[in-house]
């Protein structure tokens, strides 16, 4: 089972000389050792340190070009959707109701007013905020004192969209995004 590797140097998980060939000239380099495409721990480090912790490209604007248009998308093990809103604005959630962490959606598709839960029915709009919460208060009560669906939206992961590339950051730690792509506007 791979582990939490956001502490860990890389030296404790490969030997690093085998790794000094990549950045020889062309001439006398090799390619990364083979245990970087096979190693559960050097996947679950990569993970954690450039998909998860930097810009990562997950799909194009193109792909989801009216409101209501729903994509799901795995990255890595974590399950997203790409939402084109009303408003014409991408979003990227979590693909996690918050009520019970069901799937909320399993292949491309358009929607007209709500992404609903296929387990209890809860259902948010496409910014992501909980609009309805079927029999929260009991048989026919969708409402109830004591909740607050305020604190129960989907999880929205940071996005930017440049020519109609949507990128995202899971962690949201990374250079703001606008100093993120300078070097490649120049």
């Known amino acids: 089972m791979a582990q939490n590797y956001k502490n860990i140097n890389l030296s404790e ?3 690093l000389k085998k790794l000094e060939a990549v950045n020889k000239p062309i001439d006398t380099a090799n390619g990364l050792p083979n245990e970087c495409y096979i190693s559960e721990d050097y996947l679950a480090y990569e993970k954690e340190r450039v998909f998860f912790n930097k810009w990562t490209v997950i799909g194009v604007g193109s792909s989801i070009p009216n409101p209501g248009d729903v994509k799901p998308y795995n ?6 959707i790409l939402v084109r809103g009303k408003d014409m604005k991408i979003r990227v959630f979590h693909n996690v109701c918050s009520h019970r962490g069901f799937k909320l959606l399993d292949k491309p598709c358009t929607l ?5 839960c296929p387990y209890h029915s809860w259902s948010y ?5 909980l609009v309805a919460t ?9 409402q109830s ?3 607050d669906k305020t604190q129960n939206c989907l999880k929205e992961v940071n996005v930017k969209v440049w020519m109609d590339i949507i990128f ?3 962690n949201s730690n990374e250079i703001d995004f606008d100093e993120y792509i300078k070097p490649l506007e120049e």
């Open 75 to 80: 990255l890595l093990g974590i399950p997203l």
């Open 168 to 170: 995202v950051n899971i």
């Open 125 to 129: 709009n496409f910014s992501g905020n």
């Open 112 to 116: 007209k007013n709500v992404i609903r």
């Open 145 to 147: 004192e004591r909740f």
């Open 13 to 15: 998980i490969l030997d």
């Open 134 to 142: 079927p029999h929260i208060g009991g048989l026919n009560n969708h």
